[in-house]
Each structure stands twice: as C-alpha cells, then as structure tokens.
C-alpha cells in the first residue's frame, strides 16, 4: 500500500525503488540533483516513522538542491519494507544502512557519504557512522540517545509488547498501528550513541 504519492507526483527527479537488504526489500524513495555528484544522503526515520514524513521529504529535497543523491527509506517491519515488526531493532536497521549504501555504491562511485536522521534516524546514523569508515559526515536532528528504561520498560517488559500509533503521512485522522515485541527494547540496551559520537572523526 502507497500512503503518499503527491510528493513522488510534484518532484519528478524523485522515484519510489526497492533495496535488497538482509530480511527483504526496503522501500525507497530516491531525489536526484541535477547534475550527477559524488554527494550520497541517506536519511533514517525516527521511531516507527515513515520515510514520506513531510520533515524528510523537505530534508532530501534541500540535500539534492545542494547536489546530493538522497536515500529515504522504511526500516525493515515497518511501512512498506518487508520483513515483521520483530525484525525492528537497532541491529537490524543498522543492517539497512548498510545496504542502502552498498547498493548504491554499485551505481555510483561516491566519496562524499551523509548519514542522517530524526529522533531515532539520528541515533541510528551517529551509531553507524562509527562503525563504517566510509561515512564522511553525520547528520543527527534531535538524535535519541541510551537505553529505554523507567516505568516505560517495566510496562513493555510486564505485556511483553508496546503498542504505538503513527499518523498515515498527510493524513492525521488516520493512524497506523505497531505493536513492537520486547526484544527491541533488549536489542537497544547495548547500543551508546552518545559514547560513539565520540569516535567519529568526520563532521557531525
């Protein structure tokens, strides 16, 4: 199902594809500049949200403007990428940027590598960039940061499930609804995007 496609239909230097990663195929939106750079964005969703969110679109928009190839995506399990809701974790999105940059690194033979994101997107892209050499800057709008603990965990931990809701993209009377497997949350614990931004070399 295609929540939005206005935005594809007004900017025709974008275009919807699949990506073939580890537990499927993400979908993808791609926006080209004009010209062709050796610039390569790849912009992360925050918390189970959509790659058409309007703060990505606009994102990738200014990106291209500025000579970017840009790469918005839907993690595996969630929107319209395959895979099942268990298969969101940290781990596994990490497993998505990768592909997305491999993929895209067999079209083109870019050097100027962004990895960014929102919320979640930016934990995601701080953690990412520190373990692949290849990033050349980072890019983290309201990055999250820890584990998720207090009386959230304790609730997620007791149910064994967190149910959370998401606006279908341009379309705030109607939601969509996940309901994420405790594991995620087991998956995270390991993970220090605050001790890893202290690694990165490049740009943030």
């Known amino acids: 199902m295609v929540y939005v496609t206005e935005p594809l239909i007004k900017n025709m230097t974008a275009e919807k594809k699949e990506v073939p990663s580890t537990k499927g195929n993400l979908s993808a939106v791609f926006h080209y500049p004009d010209e062709q750079t050796d610039q390569l964005a790849i912009l992360c969703p925050g918390f189970l949200d959509s790659k058409y969110y309007k703060h990505l679109i606009g ?5 291209s403007k500025k000579g970017y190839t ?3 995506f839907d993690p595996t ?8 809701i268990s298969d969101y974790t940290i781990t596994q999105y990490l497993e998505d940027i990768k592909s ?5 690194l067999k079209k083109n033979n870019y050097t100027k ?3 960014g994101g929102h919320s979640r997107g930016g934990q995601l892209a701080i953690l990412y960039a520190a373990r692949d050499q290849r990033v050349s800057i980072v ?8 584990p998720i603990k207090g009386q ?3 609730e997620w931990e007791k149910t064994g499930i967190s149910i959370s809701q998401r606006d279908l993209p341009g379309n705030k009377d109607e939601k969509k609804e996940f309901r994420v497997p405790f594991h995620h949350v087991l998956d995270r614990d390991p993970y220090d995007a605050v001790g890893d931004a202290k690694k990165i070399k490049v740009p943030i």
């Open 59 to 63: 994102l990738s928009e200014e990106l």
């Open 70 to 72: 840009v790469v918005r």
């Open 77 to 84: 399990g969630t929107w319209e990428s395959e895979g099942d």
């Open 100 to 104: 997305v940059l491999e993929y895209m």
């Open 113 to 115: 590598i962004l990895v």
């Open 139 to 146: 890019l983290g709008v309201m990055p999250s940061s820890g």
């Open 152 to 154: 959230r965990r304790e």
